[in-house]
């Protein structure tokens, strides 16, 4: 029985899971709390994580019927993320484990959206290709055991959802803006202006969205503040099959390679409506098997981080009392 945390980033989360089974997923959205923004300001996260972490912990507790006595170990997104707001979870978790003389897992944040795949029902076993697409990340993993993966591409600039993040601040809609870009998109022409395909000639398996969201921009500027209002349906419908389909592109590329016979999909952009249908019928035409998680293991949560812990490595009492969080990747933990 794991009691994991996960406050990477703007949500705070702690679950219960037992084996692959989730017995609670509590997220606390603090999108109302960054809107006012236009974005996450860290800071706010930190203070908002301080503020909820041990009632969110509390719930989770209490949802999944079992008190600190039953928990076997306590797991916590370590990094990459947001130091403030890591730390505020990783402390959280070490006073929690201290006391108890329980072990603590440190999990890294994007083998947790990795992992999401292994909870039940129906886990995907490894090996299979992950396609993570999140506000932070965006990469192309090749799973070949649950203990860790092999990043085969990734951005060279910004992250896929960050492009959807600022093209709808463009647009005029609110934080977060996937979801709302995605509703926007179903009212316009994805063909009425002519969008860049980024590395459409790059043999490689890496992304770039920032020549895309600079792309938006210039057409912004040249339609003028009424003429964006008029035609932003259209803006938002280009963007998003611009998007969708340099990620499908690249997904493509790597299952040419023919070595996966599996398909997953992760992060808060595998939640876009668009992006799921066109790897479902990229899977179908191909013959791969495809799963794809529910919406709320897509988007960060902490029962995501309790499935990687069950095959990270755990620290002993009083080991990880010095153990720090670190905000970008590092090799030892992504690896494992
Ligand atoms: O994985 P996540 O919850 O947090 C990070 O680790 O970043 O991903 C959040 C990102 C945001 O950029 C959000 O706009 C995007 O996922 N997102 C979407 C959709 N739902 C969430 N992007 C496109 N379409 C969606 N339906
Ligand atoms: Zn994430």
Request: net charge negative; with cysteine; proline share 7%.
């Amino acid at each position: 029985m794991i009691l994991a945390i996960e406050t990477s980033c703007d949500d705070t989360c702690a679950a219960v899971v037992d084996g692959a089974e989730i017995l609670a997923n509590v997220i606390s959205s603090q999108d109302e709390a960054h809107a006012k923004f236009g974005g996450i300001v860290p800071e706010v996260a930190s203070r908002h994580h301080l503020e909820l972490t041990v009632p969110v912990v509390e719930a989770a507790l209490g949802e999944a019927g079992v008190s600190l006595d039953e928990i076997d170990s306590v797991a916590v997104t370590a990094g990459p993320g947001l130091i403030g707001a890591l730390l505020v979870g990783l402390s959280t978790a070490k006073a929690i484990a201290a006391p108890r003389r329980l072990p603590l897992i440190p999990v890294d944040h994007l083998q947790g959206h990795v992992a999401a795949n292994f909870l039940a029902p129906q886990p995907l076993e490894p090996p299979f290709l992950c396609l993570l697409a999140s506000g932070g990340h965006t990469l192309l993993a090749g799973v070949r055991d649950h203990g860790g993966h092999e990043v085969l591409g990734q951005t060279l600039d910004d992250a896929a959802g960050e492009a959807f993040d600022k093209v709808a601040r463009l647009l005029g809609l609110g934080f977060p803006g996937g979801p709302a870009l995605q509703r926007l998109a179903e009212q316009g022409d994805p063909e009425a202006f002519e969008m860049p395909v980024a590395m459409a000639r790059d043999p490689g398996l890496d992304f770039s969205f920032s020549g895309l969201k600079t792309a938006l921009v210039y057409l912004a500027r040249d339609l003028g503040d009424d003429g964006v209002r008029e035609r932003r349906a259209d803006l938002a419908a280009g963007f998003q099959a611009a998007a969708v389909g340099q990620l499908t592109a690249k997904l493509k590329r790597a299952l040419d390679r023919g070595e996966w016979e599996a398909v997953a999909l992760g992060g808060g952009v595998a939640a876009n409506g668009p992006l799921r249908e066109a790897v479902a019928a990229l899977c179908e035409e191909r013959g791969l098997r495809l799963k794809l998680v529910p919406l709320e293991l897509c988007t960060d949560n902490a029962a995501m981080i309790a499935s990687a812990a069950r095959y990270a490595p755990a620290l002993p009492y009083p080991d990880y009392l010095s153990f720090d969080a670190f905000p970008s990747s590092r090799p030892p933990l992504a690896a494992g």
